[in-house]
């Protein structure tokens, strides 16, 4: 096992929350590992559901046997019959066979949800000391005092170092909020390893209206699988006349009304569908269906919003609702977020990355390489990132995530109102009139058509294209443009950066980035890569999207500003600028450009690795390389592609893209004052949420767009 890292999550007693810190824990493995492991030595009987959750999310490949122990049941008879010795040889044994097909495996200690096991805190201490694991121990804070708090995380740091346990740190979960510093500041006083405080988050125990449905045993009437996604952050009965209960409404609430109310039903889906507030759904009780009409008209007035039907009565189905506690679960990525979320933006994920001891990998999975970008994006400061495209459904879902990972904060723009209904409809929570705190994203709307910015910006952008005859008058116009009005949010210090391009062609995109935000000091050309994701490594391609037919000197650029944004992203830059001639062996313009950008390259740089004029496949295949440019540094470990025209580099990208299966992210453009990027208009909402965080990594300072 000692190739494979072990971390070992354990808790001191039930109810401490710790499928959030076995999320964000696994999260942080998953950035430096590539094959990740998850393993439950002893749980309960049938299926267990932080397994799941962690072994979809991360794509666990290890054989699902593998990934588990014995039940309380089995550990109980082994223990009894053949003694605590042999019970801990054979789950080392079982741990042993995980590792060969891992490079980090999370333990995840026992629930506490058995009594078949007299001491479980001293059963977890002996595992992970056997295991050779580090230990990181949560003590749940529920509903307690912070002195409470403070005694028991150092109780715990005690226990489990004393049963020889190599304690890394420790996690006070679910403390009361107005706790979090106060316990912060003793702990950082009285305990010797790192305490991660992490406040209560209701939303986190919030259910779904697929739960609530469930458990009520209702029928689902209207609605979709995204409606029944919502969280239920509180109930409303219906009971009083229209005015009264539409005032009682609030964001995420599921109300609950006897079934002959279609005034409560249609003034509902009503007030959803203007988006004050969107609620989680409608509960009709006591078996009474409305009628045809009404439900033709409430599934017009609010699609996909979830109306079910129970034969329960309203004080029957609150009484199973006030019970109701939802856990964040495989199948509600939503939540997945959430939690992720709320645990990185209260543990310093770098400090226990070190204490962890995870070092960087040379081969960067597209999945560590996506991960690292979210955790890069949010330091040293959240960045704005301007989305034009507010109202368009992949952008707020992606907004969505965005701010739910705490990436950045947003700024959508376009109408309130539209969009405030397009939220309601598609039930993404964008938390739009909800007071964050400073280091929470959010997320702000603004109409360029209403805002108070017109002038001003009308002004500068007059200014700006003086030079092309644009007045003052003709600009009011110009900037109406959600593309332009973005750009010069971001050209006036009040966005950091923009990403446009899921509706809108590529030019409309970045003709507003050259004509207001133009290239830094120094740079020669405006150029772009795309990083493609393969299954065990990312390359960077460049230039796929802006320069037609660079020149020798601007080949040479684009190589160094490449160069340089792979390095940025973490990936070592080793240079090869690609021909239909590798070395020598070839003759003619277009190998002679290559050949004169490549010797540009080694003057100006010669710090960086470069190779050139090369073949792709002498550049990225080891074997190939051996033949064809044996003794060089780069051939067969390229990571920095260079095309000679934008013809050759279109066209790979799109066949790599397609034919191999990879990620393609971008294009991403480089060189320009300030970060403003393109989408494709087929872009997935994934691919928007990696584009942005890109983005908001850009915008950091020292970063070069």
């Keep these: 096992m ?30 430096h590992a590539r094959r990740i492991g998850v393993f439950r030595p002893v749980g309960r009987t049938g299926g267990d559901p932080v397994i799941e959750l962690l072994r979809t999310r991360y794509r666990v490949s290890a054989p699902p046997d593998l990934l588990y122990g014995y039940s309380y049941e089995q550990a109980a008879v082994i223990r009894a019959e053949q003694g605590a010795d042999e019970l801990v040889r054979l789950l080392v044994d079982r741990l042993r066979d995980l590792c060969a097909h891992c490079d980090a495996v999370l333990v995840l200690g026992t629930d506490f949800s058995s009594g078949t096991i007299p001491d479980e805190v001293a059963l977890n201490a002996r595992l992970a000391a056997e295991f050779g694991a580090l230990l990181l121990p949560v003590v749940g804070g529920r509903k307690q005092q912070a002195a409470t708090v403070v005694a028991e995380v150092r109780n715990a740091h005690r226990v489990y170092t004393d049963l020889g346990c190599a304690v890394v740190g420790v996690i006070a ?8 510093q106060v316990v912060s500041r003793l702990l950082d006083e009285q305990c010797p390893v790192p305490v991660f405080v992490i406040p ?14 469930a458990a009520t045993s209702a029928e689902v009437l209207l609605g979709d699988q995204d409606g029944l996604a919502r969280l239920v952050r509180g109930y409303v009965f219906g009971g009083a006349a229209l005015p009264r209960f539409l005032a009682a409404l609030g964001e995420g609430h599921l109300v609950i009304a006897p079934g002959d109310r279609a005034d409560l039903l249609i003034g509902a889906l009503a007030a959803h569908s203007a988006g004050s507030p969107p609620i989680a759904g409608v509960l009709l009780t006591l078996g009474q269906p409305p009628g045809e009409q009404i439900l033709r008209l409430a599934e017009r007035l609010a699609p996909g919003t979830p109306v079910a039907l129970t034969a329960s009565d309203s004080f029957a189905a609150a009484t199973t609702l006030s019970a109701l506690k939802g856990d964040v679960a495989a199948a509600d990525p939503r939540k997945v977020d959430a939690a992720l979320g709320h645990f990185e933006l209260h543990v310093n994920t770098a400090a226990l990355a070190e204490r962890i001891a995870l070092g960087r990998v040379e081969r960067v999975t597209p999945m560590m390489f996506e991960r690292e970008l979210m955790e890069r994006a949010r330091a040293p400061r959240l960045r704005d990132i301007v989305l034009p495209e507010g109202s368009e459904e992949r952008i707020l879902r992606a907004a969505e995530v965005l701010v739910r990972r705490n990436v950045c904060n947003l700024t959508l723009l376009g109408s309130p109102d539209a969009i405030r209904r397009r939220v309601a409809e598609l039930g993404v929570d964008l938390r739009l009139d909800v007071e964050r705190g400073e280091r929470e994203a959010r997320v702000r709307v603004m109409d360029p058509a209403a805002s108070v910015l017109h002038k001003r910006f009308a002004r500068t952008y007059a200014r700006l294209r003086a030079h092309k005859g644009v007045t003052e008058a003709q600009a009011l116009d110009i900037v109406y443009d959600p593309g332009y009005f973005g750009a010069l949010l971001v050209q006036e210090g009040l966005a950091d950066g923009m990403v446009s391009g899921a509706v809108h062609s590529t030019a409309a995109t970045l003709r507003p980035a050259f004509e207001i935000i133009g290239t830094a000091p120094q740079v020669g050309l405006a150029s772009s890569v795309f990083f493609m994701c393969l299954p065990d490594r990312v390359l960077v391609y460049g230039d796929c999207a802006v320069n037609p037919d660079p020149n020798a000197e601007q080949l040479a650029d684009i190589a160094m500003r490449s160069a340089g944004t792979a390095a940025r992203f973490g990936i070592e830059p080793r240079i090869a600028l690609l021909s239909y001639s590798t070395g020598d062996s070839g003759r003619g313009v277009d190998v002679e450009k290559v050949r004169k950008a490549t010797q540009i390259v080694r003057a100006l740089r010669p710090d960086l690795p470069v190779e050139g004029p090369i073949q792709y496949d002498a550049a990225v295949e080891p074997d190939v ?6 003794g060089s540094t780069v051939a067969g470990r390229a990571t920095v592609l260079i095309f000679p025209d934008l013809n050759t580099g279109n066209n790979t990208y799109k066949a790599v893209q397609r034919s191999a299966g990879a990620v393609a992210i971008g294009p991403i453009m480089q060189g320009l004052n300030k970060p403003i990027n393109d989408l494709s208009r087929g872009a997935l909402v994934e691919d928007i949420v990696t584009t942005v965080a890109i983005t908001a990594i850009q915008a950091q300072p020292g970063t070069d767009g």
């Design 2 to 31: 000692a190739r494979c890292r072990v971390v070992c999550v354990a808790g001191v007693g039930p109810g401490d929350g710790r499928t959030l810190i076995e999320l964000g824990v696994t999260e942080l493995l998953a950035r």
């Design 173 to 180: 979960n679910r403390v009361d909020p107005q706790d979090e």
């Design 200 to 213: 209560e988050e209701p939303s986190l125990r919030a259910p779904t209206v697929a739960e609530a449905v």
């Design 625 to 630: 390389a051996l033949t064809k440019a044996p």
